[in-house]
Every structure is written in structure tokens, then in C-alpha cells.
């Protein structure tokens, strides 16, 4: 059964410095994508960041960077330059392909970043 | 530019009460999905749909159902609230390969 796993309850980071927010998951079906969504403390949710399975390169959007580990089925978000907006619930999240049947997404617990001024 | 719209956005039920959540969407997605939100436990799937005339089960289905008879519209039922089922609904859509879009949240309380 496909899994993801957000280790990270909590993160502090000082403002202006780079932060990784940790995620791994599970999944037997070859294809798969990789997404990253920001929670603010408004509630709507907003994608950041995607990646493929297939994709060789990793994924950056901005400020936000994702660091995809096939081998060790990782996808870790980095931000550079935090900034106090960045102050949020972050969920990283994964959509499976046809192998598995399902198409369906599924999320982590999240990671509460909190970001210092 | 409506996007996914969820109504209603606050509800109180009690006890063994009935209601839909309603979900549209006016962007043509294929896919359609239910969320729950609870307090440390992050979005986790209630049920699924791929296309019109097409649903699945996800993670956590018991208690609810839905249907999807056009594209656009995707409610979900309530068949008897229990005080478990309070929480933050979510309604998303996307195509195939495409990120999923969310609406704003249904907050759920049963009492």
C-alpha cells in the first residue's frame, strides 16, 4: 500500500535561511508523482511544487526547490531564503499511476514550519 | 474564475443527522476527490472518482457516501453523523497530470 511519511511535527528556521522539510513514501507502482502544498493558518491549500517519477532533474519553483531521492524514495522540500509568510502547515503528497489501479493522491501528516524574525 | 467551490462552509449537525457536503468544479477535471482534515493528521482521502459514473473507496470511507453523475459535481453524504466525523472537509479536483486544485474547506462539527 502506497504511504507517505512527514517526519517533522515542527520546524523552526531564522529568517533568511534555507530549511528542508523531510518526506518519504512508499509505493510499488513505477509511475508516481511527488507534490508539495502549503497550508497557511487561513486554511486553503496551495500547491508548491511538483515532481515526476521519470523526471531526471529535480523540480524548483522560485524559492522552493525539491530534492528527489528515487533510490531512497525521499522527496524533501527546500527553501531558500525563508521568509515570515513562509510560516505554515506543509504537506507533501503523492499521486500513484495506473500499476496500482488507482490514480488516487494521498498526504502526509504535514510539517509546521515556523519561521523566526 | 470559480475553481472548486465547496458549500457549505460551516456546519453543525447532530447526532445521527444527515446532510451532503456539496463539491463543483468548473475547470472539466476528470478527477474528483474528498478529504478530511483532522488535528494532526494531515488530508486523508474519504473517496475518489475518475470520471463520471466512477468512484472508489480511499483511506478512511466508512460512514460516507458519493456519487458523480456529471463532471462538474462531486457531493458527499453523510448518512448518519456520528461526533467522529467532526472535521475539515476538503474537495479537490485535477486532470490526469496536473497538481489538484482545492476548494476552501467545509468545518464539520457534530455535537
Known amino acids: 500500500a502506497q504511504k507517505i511519511t512527514q517526519t517533522q511535527p515542527g520546524m523552526f528556521v531564522q529568517e533568511k535561511e534555507a530549511v528542508t522539510l523531510d518526506c518519504t513514501y512508499d509505493?510499488?507502482?513505477?509511475?508516481?508523482?511527488l507534490f508539495w502544498y502549503k497550508q497557511p493558518s487561513s486554511g486553503e491549500m496551495i500547491f508548491l511544487i511538483y515532481?515526476?517519477?521519470?523526471?531526471?532533474q529535480n523540480a524548483t519553483e522560485g524559492r522552493y526547490s525539491l530534492n528527489f531521492q528515487k533510490a531512497r524514495k525521499s522527496a524533501n522540500l527546500v527553501i531558500s531564503a525563508s521568509q515570515l509568510g513562509d510560516s505554515a502547515m506543509y504537506f507533501c503528497?503523492?499521486?500513484?499511476?495506473?500499476?496500482?489501479?488507482?490514480?488516487?493522491?494521498?498526504f502526509g501528516a504535514g510539517t509546521r514550519l515556523f519561521v523566526k524574525a | 474564475n470559480a475553481g472548486v467551490t465547496q458549500t457549505p462552509k460551516f456546519q453543525v449537525l447532530k447526532t445521527g443527522q444527515s446532510m451532503t457536503l456539496q463539491c463543483a468544479q468548473d475547470?472539466?477535471?476528470?478527477?474528483m476527490s474528498w478529504y478530511r482534515q483532522d488535528p494532526g493528521m494531515g488530508l486523508r482521502l474519504i473517496h475518489y472518482?475518475?470520471?463520471?459514473?466512477?468512484?472508489d473507496q480511499g483511506e478512511v470511507p466508512n460512514g460516507y457516501n458519493v456519487s458523480r453523475s456529471t463532471t462538474e459535481d462531486f457531493p458527499l453524504r453523510l448518512l448518519s453523523a456520528a461526533p467522529s466525523q467532526t472535521s475539515v472537509y476538503f474537495c479537490?479536483?485535477?486532470?490526469?497530470?496536473?497538481?489538484?486544485?482545492f476548494g476552501q474547506g467545509t468545518r464539520l462539527t457534530v455535537v
Open positions: 479537490a479536483s485535477r486532470n490526469r497530470h496536473t497538481e489538484a486544485f
Open positions: 509505493t510499488s507502482d513505477p509511475s508516481y508523482g
Open positions: 515532481q515526476g517519477s521519470y523526471d531526471q
Open positions: 503528497a503523492m499521486r500513484e499511476g495506473s500499476y496500482t489501479g488507482g490514480f488516487k493522491t494521498i
Open positions: 475547470m472539466n477535471h476528470e478527477y
Open positions: 472518482s475518475v470520471g463520471a459514473g466512477i468512484t
